[in-house]
């Protein structure tokens, strides 16, 4: 596609369940990010892939929290037991990575607004 | 990663020239500086970047002084569709482990 797609646009889940959500990068980007944002704050990051590297977990809040990236294309953040304090929009945005300027201008998708109730 | 210091909050009026600045008093030798822009309801996006002096394109200018310590992101003659939030980011372009951190952001209030 033209840009980064994400889905569910929206999810309502009860606490206590898993829930998946879906990044789908643009094509030949090789960098994906998720971040966190919670209403009316700055953008939170959880966790970076750069093509066959390791993932930078540094910043996913606790082990309920998991991402993969597959065939280094598509992406799924995976919250397991959903807990009121993850509710929050999950960007992620992908860039093409490494050198040399500007490659690593990110482009976000519309993100998935969670709602854990 | 270099830290950046960026006000929390402006207001301005349509029409006027608004210049927000961040500090980064670490940057490295190998960081660039880097704006966002995000509107309400909508993912960040990239506004301008440099290393040094001024860049301009057709939306803003970035001035950055000869030490490098802070940096200016220009908005001429701004609308009511320029409120959103800004971003200042510094970090390396050059690096395999180039993650992209976001601060609190300036929040642009534009009156009309």
């Known amino acids: 596609g033209a840009g980064v797609s994400q889905s569910p646009s929206n999810k309502v889940t009860e606490k206590g369940k898993d829930v998946e959500l879906r990044c789908d990068p643009i094509?030949?980007?090789?960098?994906l990010y998720w971040y966190r944002q919670s209403l009316g704050q700055g953008l939170e990051f959880l966790i970076y892939?750069?093509?066959?590297?390791?993932?930078?977990k540094s910043g996913l809040p606790s082990d309920r929290f998991s991402a993969e990236r597959t065939g280094g294309s598509v992406s799924t953040l995976t919250i397991q037991r959903t807990q009121q304090e993850d509710s929050a929009v999950y960007l992620c945005?992908?860039?093409?990575?490494?050198?040399?300027?500007?490659?690593?201008?990110?482009?976000f998708g519309q993100g998935t607004r969670l709602t854990v109730v | 990663l270099a830290k950046t210091t960026q006000p929390i909050s402006m207001d301005s009026y349509e029409g006027q020239e608004v210049n927000i600045t961040c500090s980064h008093n670490?940057?490295?030798?190998?960081?660039?500086i880097t704006w966002y822009q995000q509107f309400p309801s909508q993912g960040p996006r990239f506004i301008i970047q440099?290393?040094?002096t001024k860049v301009t394109n057709e939306v803003a200018s970035l001035f950055i002084p000869a030490d490098r310590k802070s940096s200016t992101l220009s908005l001429p003659r701004v609308s009511l569709s320029d409120t959103a939030v800004y971003y200042c980011?510094?970090?390396?372009?050059?690096?395999?482990?180039?993650?992209?951190?976001f601060g609190s952001g300036t929040r642009l209030s534009i009156r009309p």
């Open positions: 892939f750069q093509g066959n590297s390791a993932p930078d």
């Open positions: 980011l510094v970090g390396a372009l050059y690096s395999s482990a180039s993650k992209i951190i």
């Open positions: 440099g290393y040094k």
């Open positions: 670490n940057i490295a030798t190998n960081d660039y």
């Open positions: 945005a992908s860039s093409l990575g490494g050198t040399p300027l500007r490659n690593t201008e990110a482009f």
């Open positions: 094509s030949g980007h090789t960098a």
